[in-house]
């Protein structure tokens, strides 16, 4: 599983629409539909309910969908800390001699 999967998901799921979240995570809406179906894959469970009319998430998603945005919330930290200095009181790297 890859962010970007998780990043798909979310995006379906909050604008209802796999052309509205392709605009949102400006990529090809056929790009969109692959990350979703190779994740529903992964997962083995539909996500998603889908007509030509509309697309609603099915009880899967619905139980997913909280916990995909908090492990996209977790990355972004992750992110964020990487690029925090570290302070004073951080453990210097210590070297091992080879």
Avoid: N, W
Avoid at 29 to 54: C, D, K, N
Wanted: hydrophobic fraction near 45%; glycine fraction near 2%.
């Amino acid at each position: 599983m890859e962010l970007r999967h998780l990043h798909a998901f979310v995006a379906v799921a909050e604008e209802r629409s796999f052309s509205r979240a392709a605009t949102r995570l400006r990529v090809a809406q056929s790009a969109v539909s692959r990350t979703v179906q190779a994740l529903e894959r992964e997962l083995g469970l539909p996500l998603f309910e889908r007509s030509r009319h509309y697309v609603e998430l099915t009880k899967t998603g619905h139980a997913t969908l909280d916990t995909a945005r908090a492990a996209l919330a977790a990355a972004e930290a992750v992110r964020d800390a990487a690029r925090e200095p570290c302070p004073a009181a951080c453990p210097q790297p210590s070297t091992i001699p080879l």
